[in-house]
Antibody, heavy 124, light 107 residues
């Protein structure tokens, strides 16, 4: 069974930093791309970042809204995904989901499993 | 950025009714369109991938169609447990984007 469990959320002041983690189990973590997706309270879904697998050089991608402030990383030995968030803004307040990207023969991928999320609140 | 526009934003429906939700992309995305269901206080769950392929374990009353810019999620014979918000999502090109969501209320 695929399991994703986020941690590290909390209350932080504007301009502060926070590091989110995601523990993965139930699949061969190193084979998969992984994403972060967020959802502001009462709002819709926003894709945040992607990290590819080793075969694709761990390439990373970011939404414009977080580019230069957030850094995605992974530890394939620990089956762990991370998101380092710096220079946080009030608009970064959201539930952050760790998600798995399904293996697929084509370049176009699909998110197939989601964790329960961890809440980040940016407020003074 | 590819914008996905869903309609309607909200729909109140009765059990056993047939429901259709549409998603329009601001440019062609071939079949790179996926549908998710999010129930209150839960994470989203994948229903339909690549416009029309059902994800494992999804009830057969859920189906998807479309290609290019216009897509449809159909729920045949709606059940009370289908009360949720439904999102379309494109993975054709970065940045990946989601529709604004369609909330289904069961009368």
């Amino acid at each position: 069974e695929v399991q994703l469990m986020e941690s590290g959320g909390g209350l932080v002041q504007p301009g502060g930093s926070l590091r989110l983690s995601c523990a993965a189990s139930g699949f061969t973590f190193s084979d998969y791309y992984m994403d972060w997706v967020r959802q502001a309270p009462g709002k819709g879904l926003e894709w945040v970042s992607r990290i590819r697998n080793k075969a694709n050089n761990y390439a990373t991608h970011y939404a414009a809204s977080v580019q230069g402030r957030f850094t995605i990383s992974r530890d394939d030995l620990k089956n762990s995904l991370s998101l380092q968030m710096n220079s946080l803004k009030t608009e970064d307040t959201a539930l952050y989901y760790c998600v798995r990207v399904a293996l697929h023969a084509t370049p176009v991928k699909v998110i197939d499993y989601w964790g329960p999320g961890t809440l980040v609140t940016v407020s003074s | 950025e590819i914008v996905l526009t869903q309609s309607p934003d909200f729909q109140s429906v009765t059990p056993k009714e047939k429901v259709t939700i549409t998603c329009r992309a601001s440019q062609s995305i071939d079949n790179s369109l996926h549908w998710y269901q999010q129930k209150p206080d839960q994470s989203p769950k994948l229903l339909i991938k690549y416009a029309s392929e059902s994800f494992s374990g999804v009830p057969s009353r859920f189906s998807g169609s479309g290609s290019g810019t216009d897509f449809t999620l159909t729920i045949n014979s709606l059940e009370a447990e289908d009360a949720a918000t439904y999102y379309c999502h494109q993975s054709s090109s970065l940045p990946y984007t989601f529709g604004q969501g369609t909330k289904l209320e069961i009368k």
